[in-house]
């Protein structure tokens, strides 16, 4: 009865904490994006169909399986004992933590205005926008900078003298939650983002640091390692991510960087272990998000809540998009396996949809960086006074608190080109996994073609979507 | 082949970002001049359609007093009623960029805005949308 009533208690005032008093979708900063014209959309779905089909060709006149790529590494274990890196890890962990704890304080502190506090522009844009963008390209270097880790690391090894807690925790990982954490927390990430008051420097401050002190006694209870894996959403955002990139970075049981090495971009994906269900649930869910994304900043979705506001309010409208989106995504998908399992006769719906989940990231990815390429680097700027002046106190320390945005940094032809050619290559990249990951689990190349075509269907619609989306006004 | 089909799409690109890189645009800037009015809290016409690189002049009519204050840009300027007001852009960046009407205040300040920090109440009344050449 007390449980309940707690439960109550807590649910009503998170909502009240998180319930918007001013929107600020997407996490927030104005965008002045000109949409693609026609001639580029149809240029850039033209040419994801001519490629599809060119890709198709060239692997069906394939005879055998290609050669492995020999990841050349650049920096070793001895390499990383060295004198320099001896320095140099100390000196990104401490950063890490100082902009960390820079992030908090800002937020309970400083100005109450997005714009003024360093909190926001740094979680939303430079965090969430920017490493997602950079982390693709690199590859996941969130595994040397996550604050909480380091805390957590520096805790057992040095205050409490327990490193065992970096592999085994209190408990043994209950089988049932499975990945379900990150499920859940990517959903209420997300409804912060797109609904939310998660611009709001304060409530940004509470947020991290109840998933912050949430993430350190999870890791208590079931190990670090574990923790990372299963329940800390992040981490295995960025882990997917980044193993699209072309740093390969290794680390040893006591979570240490052991090594880093080279690879062909995209591949990693490739190599990601084969997920179960429920992963393939947290993978849509993050997919439908990423286009949801975009998807309502346009007028479309402006209709759409023209027509449900009145009904259902804001709040529940915007938070139907959250779920609704990546539902649709995962029928559609479910539906494509059903029909390779019905053409190829080999492996069951849900072996073909574990096995090429993860061939449809580079889609996402490519649209992710079209969508926000001008952000970044208009919006991004935002951050450049605000080192000056964190708290939103008048201050100036480096001479930068009146820095003005360069709003002419990129050119809307620039970012034109870049989205298409971007938007293509993630789609080829995507054909290119499909097939490999095909390759895996079908017996014969004819087999794997077949299974192929329903496939490519599928990604032509997804990254015409994307092109799609990107040829729409922005709706601020 | 992997290998193979990377280094084909890798050229493909280069080669369609190097001829995009070769085609530069070299038209010269000119003034463009253009009357807009602001009556009954509507502007007319409310999309200004403009090509970058050049200088736009906007005479603007209205029956009230106040300021349009034209979003990224960051350029502010006093209208007053029933006097023609001039604000003139260098139109440096492309984009959509809201017009906005903030109601009397005639007290002098700079025109060019550094920062958008201070929220006032604001009203969004047109687009100035900046196309590439």
């Given at each position: 009865m007390m449980r309940n009533k707690f439960l109550i208690i807590s649910t009503i005032s998170f909502l009240w904490i998180s319930t918007p008093k001013k929107i600020y979708a997407h996490g927030f900063g104005e965008r002045y994006d000109l949409p693609i014209p026609l001639t580029f959309f149809l240029i850039g779905a033209g040419l994801t169909i001519i490629f599809s089909f060119f890709l198709l060709l060239l692997f069906y006149n394939q005879k055998e399986k290609a050669n492995e790529f020999k990841s050349p590494i650049i920096l070793n274990q001895n390499t990383l004992n060295n004198i320099p890196f001896k320095i140099i890890k100390p000196f990104i962990k401490t950063t890490s933590v100082f902009i960390f704890v820079l992030i908090i304080l800002t937020g309970y502190i400083g100005s109450n205005n997005p714009i003024e506090n360093f909190s926001a522009p740094m979680i939303w844009i430079i965090w969430w926008?920017?490493?997602?963008?950079?982390?693709?390209?690199?590859?996941?270097?969130?595994?040397?900078?996550?604050?909480?880790?380091?805390?957590?690391?520096?805790?057992?090894?040095?205050?409490?003298?327990?490193?065992?807690?970096?592999?085994?925790?209190?408990?043994?990982?209950?089988?049932?939650?499975?990945?379900?954490?990150?499920?859940?927390?990517?959903?209420?990430?997300?409804?912060?983002?797109?609904?939310?008051?998660?611009?709001?420097?304060l409530t940004l401050s509470i947020l991290i640091t109840i998933y912050s002190l949430a993430t350190i006694t999870f890791m208590f209870l079931f190990g670090c390692k574990t923790w990372l894996e299963r329940g800390d959403v992040f981490s295995v955002y960025y882990h997917i991510m980044g193993s699209f990139g072309i740093f390969n970075i290794i680390q040893n049981q006591n979570l240490k960087t052991s090594q880093i090495s080279l690879r062909l971009p995209v591949l990693g994906l490739a190599k990601l272990k084969t997920p179960n269900l429920p992963f393939v649930i947290f993978h849509i869910i993050l997919l439908g998000t990423i286009s949801f994304d975009g998807l309502s900043e346009t007028s479309l979705w402006s209709e759409v809540e023209i027509l449900l506001i009145p009904g259902l309010g804001r709040m529940i409208t915007e938070s139907l998009g959250i779920i609704v989106i990546p539902t649709l995504f995962f029928i559609l998908l479910w539906v494509i396996c059903w029909i390779i399992f019905i053409i190829t006769k080999e492996k069951t719906p849900e072996t073909i949809i574990t096995s090429l989940i993860f061939s449809l990231t580079p889609i996402a990815i490519a649209y992710h960086i079209a969508h926000f390429?001008?952000?970044?680097?208009?919006?991004?700027?935002?951050?450049?006074?605000?080192?000056?002046?964190?708290?939103?106190?008048?201050?100036?320390?480096?001479?930068?608190?009146?820095?003005?945005?360069?709003?002419?940094?990129?050119?809307?032809?620039?970012?034109?080109?870049?989205?298409?050619?971007?938007?293509?290559?993630?789609?080829?990249?995507?054909?290119?996994?499909?097939?490999?990951?095909?390759?895996?689990?079908?017996?014969?190349?004819?087999?794997?073609?077949?299974?192929?075509?329903?496939?490519?269907?599928?990604m032509i619609f997804y990254s015409a979507l994307s092109l799609w989306i990107i040829s729409q006004p922005i709706i601020n | 082949m992997k290998i193979k089909i990377f280094k084909i799409t890798s050229i493909i690109f280069l080669l369609t970002f190097l001829l995009y890189g070769c085609s530069s645009n070299s038209e010269k800037s000119t003034v463009k001049e253009l009357n807009i009015s602001f009556e009954n809290m509507k502007l007319t016409p409310n999309i200004?359609?403009?090509?970058?690189?050049?200088?736009?002049?906007?005479?603007?009519?209205?029956?009230?007093?106040?300021?349009?204050?034209?979003?990224?840009?960051?350029?502010?300027?006093?209208?007053?009623?029933?006097?023609?007001?001039?604000?003139?852009?260098?139109?440096?960046?492309?984009?959509?960029?809201?017009?906005?009407?903030?109601?009397?205040?005639?007290?002098?300040?700079?025109?060019?805005?550094?920062?958008?920090?201070?929220?006032?109440?604001?009203?969004?009344?047109?687009?100035?949308?900046?196309?590439?050449?």
């Open positions: 926008v920017g490493f997602g963008i950079i982390t693709p390209i690199i590859g996941n270097f969130w595994k040397i900078l996550n604050p909480i880790k380091i805390i957590f690391s520096f805790m057992v090894e040095n205050i409490i003298k327990q490193p065992k807690f970096l592999n085994t925790g209190l408990f043994t990982y209950p089988k049932q939650l499975d990945v379900w954490p990150i499920i859940f927390s990517f959903l209420l990430f997300s409804w912060f983002e797109n609904v939310g008051n998660g611009s709001n420097p390429i001008s952000y970044i680097l208009i919006t991004g700027q935002l951050i450049i006074p605000l080192i000056s002046d964190p708290f939103g106190y008048g201050w100036n320390i480096f001479g930068t608190a009146n820095y003005s945005l360069n709003i002419g940094i990129i050119n809307a032809k620039t970012a034109w080109y870049s989205s298409v050619i971007i938007i293509v290559l993630g789609h080829i990249f995507s054909v290119i996994i499909a097939h490999i990951k095909a390759q895996e689990i079908f017996s014969k190349n004819s087999i794997v073609i077949k299974s192929q075509l329903p496939f490519l269907i599928l | 200004i359609n403009i090509e970058e690189k050049n200088k736009l002049n906007l005479n603007v009519t209205s029956d009230i007093d106040g300021k349009l204050h034209i979003h990224g840009y960051n350029i502010e300027g006093k209208i007053s009623k029933n006097k023609i007001s001039k604000i003139t852009i260098n139109l440096n960046a492309t984009g959509s960029f809201p017009i906005a009407f903030h109601v009397g205040s005639n007290h002098d300040e700079d025109d060019n805005h550094n920062t958008e920090k201070t929220p006032r109440k604001e009203t969004i009344i047109g687009n100035l949308i900046v196309n590439p050449k």
